[in-house]
Nanobody, 118 residues
């Protein structure tokens, strides 16, 4: 059974930090290192947007609004990708989703809520 599960969301004050985790399980992920992974977010009334992604080779890419604040990393031994989020702003409030993909298939998690508010 294929599962992609996000965790680590919550309520944090502006300027705070959170670390999100994306864990992939199932036999299809026996070679997790061959998959690319993206973190997306969707705020109320807005389209889902790519926040950061990491290739199987470890190359990373970030949307401009999070550069210098967010860091994506992966631990292939644990089939897990992390999103370290620092200096959080109210506009970072959204549901954060993980997408694990290798052409032609991709798998979404159900998301984890991040709320940045004082």
């Amino acid at each position: 059974q294929v599962q992609v599960v996000e965790s680590g969301g919550g309520l944090v004050q502006p300027g705070g930090s959170l670390r999100l985790s994306c864990a992939a399980s199932g036999s299809i992920f026996n070679f997790f290192s061959l998959y690319a992974v993206g973190w997306y977010r969707q705020a109320p009334g807005k389209q889902r947007e790519l926040v950061a992604d990491i290739t199987m080779g470890g190359n990373t890419n970030y949307v401009d609004s999070v550069k210098g604040r967010f860091t994506i990393s992966r631990d292939n031994a644990k089939n897990t990708v992390y999103l370290q989020m620092n200096s959080l702003k109210p506009e970072d409030t959204a549901v954060y989703y993980c997408y694990v993909y290798r052409s032609p298939r991709g798998y979404w998690g159900e998301g984890t809520q991040v709320t940045v508010s004082s």
